[in-house]
């Protein structure tokens, strides 16, 4: 079992940057390859990006390419998302995953204004 939590979240001005934390705890965090989801009320959840378990493989949604960068300490047991050139549309609940889907966090809020 893991338990994750999301941390980070807020309300910023669109152009702005935030930085969510995903602290885990439980069975080895290092052996998950993790991801991190979204989703927006009326809209279906989004894969925003992953890591392996390594950190040396990431893979963005092509909505964030360029903006968001995913990152893992392992020796913290906690994953990263940096978010810069925040668009309104990148509003939503943002979880933190393992990429079977199998353990998730509560979710923390982004609330980008125009």
């Known amino acids: 079992q893991v338990q994750l939590v999301e941390s980070g979240g807020g309300l910023v001005e669109a152009g702005g940057s935030l930085r969510l934390s995903c602290a885990a705890s439980g069975r080895a965090f290092s052996g998950y390859a993790m991801g991190w989801f979204r989703q927006a009320p009326g809209k279906e959840r989004e894969d925003v990006a992953s890591?392996?378990?390594?950190?040396?493989?990431?893979r963005y949604a092509d909505s964030v390419k360029g903006r968001f960068t995913i990152s893992r300490d392992n020796a913290k047991n906690t994953m990263y998302l940096q978010m810069n050139s925040l668009k309104p549309e990148d509003t939503g609940r943002y979880y933190c995953?393992?990429?079977?889907?199998?353990?998730w966090g509560q979710g923390t809020q982004v609330t980008v204004s125009s």
């Open positions: 995953a393992d990429t079977g889907e199998r353990y």
């Open positions: 890591i392996s378990w390594s950190g040396d493989a990431t």
